[in-house]
T-cell receptor, first 113, second 114 residues
Framework: DAKTTQPPSMDCAEGRAANLPCNHS???????VYWYRQIHSQGPQYIIH???NNETNEMASLIITEDRKSSTLILPHATLRDTAVYYC??????????????FGQGTELSVKP | GAVVSQHPSWVICKSGTSVKIECRSL??????MFWYRQFPKQSLMLMAT?????????EQGVEKDKFLINHASLTLSTLTVTSAHPEDSSFYIC??????????FGPGTRLTVL
């Protein structure tokens, strides 16, 4: 079973920041948090991952709380092409090199003009 | 990011036939490959994990004799759906993980069994 819970859907205005929350209260000390997104009828696309420090790349920022029980994915300036289902995943077993990704239900983000 | 391809992108077959789906990592060596299945309006469900040269490890409830997985090289894994039936119609997605731990997904294969 997935170790994460996310709101089923969210709306965001184009050009504004999209903040997608994720709860993972049962995360273990060496388990990483991964974010992927899936645009309709395509394979999931990697966005970002982290262990305990906040992370930023060209796509997004990941904010992980100090107790690691929740995180937030931030898309700083959402565009219509960011409309997708966003999955927050705790990589189970094996740290950052092993284990497996078990998908939850994700958040369907709709970016509106 | 790294590229993972799948072939075919879609397939339609008759009930009772077998279908093979290929998954390739194009620019990296995949020590581990994963196969997922996704039904309409649902999330991805992990079916099995395979390491190159080893037998696949199947998730609970997935029939290993129905979904045959071969991972013969570091860049190729195949999933064969044997004696397919309409309930096997689904979107099958592979994922490949490199030695550094990064994991990328293929574009998926849409299987329709008539």
């Amino acid at each position: 079973d997935a170790k994460t819970t996310q709101p089923p859907s969210m709306d965001c205005a184009e050009g504004r920041a999209a903040n997608l929350p994720c709860n993972h209260s049962t995360i273990s000390g060496n388990e990483y948090v991964y974010w992927y997104r899936q645009i309709h009828s395509q394979g999931p696309q990697y966005i970002i991952h982290g262990l305990k420090n906040n992370e930023t790349n060209e796509m997004a920022s990941l904010i992980i709380t100090e107790d690691r029980k929740s995180s937030t994915l931030i898309l700083p300036h959402a565009t219509l092409r960011d409309t997708a289902v966003y999955y927050c995943i705790v990589r189970v077993g094996g740290g950052n090199q092993g284990g497996k990704l078990i998908f939850g239900q994700g958040t369907e983000l709709s970016v509106k003009p | 990011g790294a590229v993972v391809s799948q072939h075919p992108s879609w397939v339609i077959c008759k009930s009772g036939t077998s279908v093979k789906i290929e998954c390739r990592s194009l620019d990296f060596q995949a020590t581990t490959m994963f196969w997922y299945r996704q039904f309409p309006k649902q999330s991805l469900m992990l079916m099995a994990t395979s390491n190159e040269g080893s037998k696949a490890t199947y998730e609970q409830g997935v029939e290993k004799d129905k979904f045959l997985i071969n991972h013969a090289s570091l860049t190729l894994s195949t999933l064969t759906v044997t004696s397919a039936h309409p309930e096997d119609s689904s979107f099958y997605i592979c994922s490949a993980r490199g030695q550094g731990g990064e994991q990328f997904f293929g574009p998926g294969t849409r299987l329709t069994v008539l």
